[in-house]
């Protein structure tokens, strides 16, 4: 059972899995309740991009790729905004041609296409100290940004035209958050890689939302149930030889399925015991609750 401890890099992949499945779990509940969860699938395929232009210009890995993740994220706002394109195709055009601009230079350089293998099936056993260190600078530093603008980003979350017409700085709130959700992608890709990021990001908060209708419980659950489906996935992933990003994304499906059909199952012993009774059957799933 503790055998895999006593290899220094199951340790070190099993600390960043973790750090990166809580903070994808911590971003992506933002992303759900915004109805964003495409933006988190494409913006993973724009850093590819601006990973191996970096690599090219030889320039620092973070710093490139996440610049060029911001850039993309405020591309994608800005067409969305001053011209009559829907999101979607905004975010289909934007982020496949970076992914694109980043196939083709490595289709062009060819030494190094070995190279990106991890950053898009990602690779556990390529995790260093520095990938460590930067999972938990982007931690530590989305933490304190939720806790510190906590209003402002439940404000926009919930409503932007109204949180627009009290003076809440919508375009900076948008903004900040895309730059962290660039910065998260960049520093998770070597633990899940770009193909199943999205998967990390969205599956958490959804499985949160089933459990509860408060946002501040929705939070917690879901930066704890993506912590678990990191440290699980990492786990089994060493006893069954299959890619760490794979399987982690599987434990989280898993943990969906039996979530959904939990919660489906006590939906109808409900309404069954509401028609015993004779009261009207609730047929919509409550709001959420910002409390």
Known sequence: MFEPFEYEFFVKGLIAATLASALCGLIGVYIVLRRMSYIGHGLSHAVFG????????????????????????LLISLTTRERKIGADAAIGIITTASFAVGIALISRYKTFTRSFDAALFGNILGVSNGDILALAVVSASAAVLVFVGYKLFLFTTFDEEVARYYG?????????????LAATIVVSMQVLGVTLIAAAIVIPPIVARLLTNSFKTMMALSTALGGFCGLAGIYLSYYIDVSSGATIVLVAAGLFVVTLAGTSLRGRRMAWGRRASGRRVAERKPAISPD
Request: net charge negative.
């Open 168 to 180: 809440v700085p919508t375009g900076w709130v948008d903004t900040g958050f895309s730059l962290v």
């Open 50 to 73: 601006g990973a191996v232009v970096s690599y090219v210009m030889s320039f620092n890995f973070y710093v490139g790729a996440s610049l060029w993740g911001f850039i993309s994220a």
